[in-house]
């Protein structure tokens, strides 16, 4: 779950550098596909006896997911610079907030 928690950012990280449309798409569904994963690992964990739970994660990880969603949706019919203004701001807290709760 660590890995794949950390993932997302440093794949958003990338996609606000990304060299063209494409390559800014490619990277944030590689983001979902880190945020899919961490999700897929909080349900076991909350599935599991023995397993650390953290009620706050399993939603966090929901949001990013639409988020993602919706950046991947703008970014496929317009993109500014790059960065779609309005949505990385927020999802640069939650993965930083999602960040700071896994580790």
Do not use: C
Not at 30 to 56: D, F, H, Q
């Amino acid at each position: 779950m660590l890995k794949s928690g950390t993932s997302i950012g440093a794949n958003i990280f990338e996609a606000q550098h990304a060299e063209s449309r494409g390559d800014f798409i490619h990277k944030m569904k590689i983001a979902i596909k880190e945020a899919n994963e961490t999700l897929y690992w909080l349900v076991i964990g909350e599935r599991s006896e023995s397993y650390p739970k953290n009620s706050s994660l399993k939603p966090l990880a929901e949001e990013l997911i639409r988020i993602i969603s919706k950046i991947i949706l703008s970014g496929k019919s317009r993109l500014i610079g790059g960065i779609l203004p309005g949505s990385i701001p927020t999802l640069a807290f939650l993965v930083y907030k999602l960040r700071l709760m896994i580790m």
